[in-house]
């Protein structure tokens, strides 16, 4: 008698379980709000007197500064029209705003600013290639050093404005890209046209030079390498003990 009193106490209990748990979730969905699936606008709220009338003066106020700033209206409404075309011409792009893509586009990066921004070179190979292109372009259409004689060339008297150094510089810039030029194992035209002027890829190079782009790109990579080691054994060469004897042989 016992075990039929327990066996209807426990079904009891779970019938009386079961019916709060399914009310609680009844409650639950009913004061959640409903998820629609329409991509439809919702409806324009239909504008009061006070806003029809608060529009049509700000529609006065700006018709009246217009005819007294013609030349600034005009302004505005070019703006305007303009932000308006590059928003709608560049409404699909997902990622960033519509500023940043219209600069992008703009904006003409060199085949080295590519390379290095894709990992193809590192910033110190991005560095040599900006200066081997300063010191082609201050040489000239002669890319051949005409004199290395530092006496020459360097002025031995002392000024406290620095054209010294900055003339030992110079110098030591074209000797190095001199040597740079004849210690390169390639055709040097190719590195050239990569790092000096209008530059180009290395894949434009390898179907002009008629090579491989693996070995257009070592060549490239191996170029820059070299500058800044022989820019520094220029360096140790050329210092002011040089450059004092170099002006005591002609004094």
Known sequence: MRAIVDREHRTAMAERRAAREAHAGATAASSQPRVGW????????KPSDIDRAIAARAEDHRLNWARRHPDAAKAERAFRKGRAEMTNRWSKRGDGTAETHERASRTHQGALARLWHSGGITADQLAAAVEI??????IGADVAVR????????????RGDGAFYENL???RHEMAYTQWRAA???????VLDMVVGETVGFTVVAK???MHNRRAKKLLVDALDLWPRI?????K???????????????
């Open 38 to 45: 329409s991509t439809k606008a919702p409806p324009r709220r």
């Open 133 to 138: 292109a300063m010191v082609a372009e201050r």
């Open 147 to 158: 004199t290395a004689s530092l006496e020459t060339r360097i002025d031995s008297g002392h």
């Open 169 to 171: 510089s110079r110098v």
């Open 184 to 190: 390169i194992d390639g055709p040097i035209g190719a």
């Open 208 to 210: 002009r030079y008629s």
């Open 231 to 235: 820019l520094g054994q220029v360096c």
């Open 237 to 251: 060469e050329i210092d002011r003990a040089a450059l004092d004897r170099a002006h005591a042989t002609i004094a």
